[in-house]
């Protein structure tokens, strides 16, 4: 073969290294040219607030809440125990919060006792609001670790619920629906919630108005809608107005 082939062949070589070269390169500045685009640190990005939870998978539940009936050795003969569903609540909540064990002579005890430092502050002990309850919470018990919620939602009180507390929650006793419940039925009461069921779409209450009702399940919406911030009163409460919005408040009670 003569020398200008060879000549050729080495120029063709030389010239395909050098575009290969080349493209390589633009290749390496194009992506340097982006990578300068991006910030060195992460950027973190506003969150917009969560108005509603998400809702949990599995039953949330807050193990050894203790129970207690208002009337712990059922004496319903003594109606006196009918009025006392706000002292056995908080004394469910106090004794999980401070871990002690209630049995049914200690909440019997217990309750009097409450019933007793409630009429010497409101001169009686029947239905008292949430904030007077919170304050026999405090007076009575030496004890702080709740907090009043007003205007809750549905999504409040699972979301209280994923955190580990328990929720005293007034109702309008009727709107409950328990088909349990003796007619004519009171009108104001207060329970416990102790978990909620996403299953079944039910919250599970400490229900004092009868020694079997631990863990009792009432369905989400007829729950909710039941609930009640009623006034103190002294057994003179009227009924809630149907065509007036209810307030909706609860106490939070955490360890």
Not at 79 to 107: G, N
Not at 134 to 163: G, L, V
Request: hydrophobic share 45%; net charge negative; glycine share 0%.
């Amino acid at each position: 073969m003569s020398s200008k082939f060879w000549n050729f062949i080495i120029y063709f070589m030389y010239l395909l290294i050098s575009l290969l070269v080349l493209l390589i390169l633009l290749i390496f500045i194009d992506g340097f040219k982006e990578s300068m685009k991006k910030p060195i640190l992460p950027v973190i990005e506003k969150v917009e607030e969560i108005k509603e939870i998400q809702v949990p998978e599995k039953a949330i539940t807050i193990s050894n809440v203790p129970f207690t009936s208002q009337s712990p050795f059922w004496n319903w003969k003594n109606i006196i125990y009918e009025e006392w569903c706000e002292e056995a609540s908080i004394t469910m909540a106090v004794y999980w919060a401070r871990w002690i064990e209630l049995t049914p002579e200690k909440a019997d005890s217990e309750i009097k006792n409450i019933s007793n430092f409630e009429a010497k502050i409101y001169w009686h002990f029947l239905d008292t609001s949430v904030e007077d309850t919170a304050n026999i919470i405090k007076e009575y018990f030496s004890f702080n670790q709740y907090r009043i919620i007003e205007n809750i939602t549905k999504a409040d009180i699972i979301k209280s619920i994923s955190n580990w507390n328990l929720l005293l929650i007034p109702a309008y006793w009727r709107d409950l629906k328990n088909i349990f419940y003796t007619p004519p039925w009171p009108i104001a009461h207060m329970l416990v919630v102790v978990w909620y069921d996403p299953l079944t779409k039910e919250f599970i209450t400490n229900d004092p108005w009868t020694k079997n009702w631990k863990d009792f399940r009432y369905n989400e919406d007829i729950f909710y809608n039941a609930i009640w911030a009623y006034p103190t009163n002294s057994g003179d409460l009227s009924p809630p107005d149907s065509t007036t919005n209810r307030i909706k408040t609860m106490i939070e009670v955490y360890k």
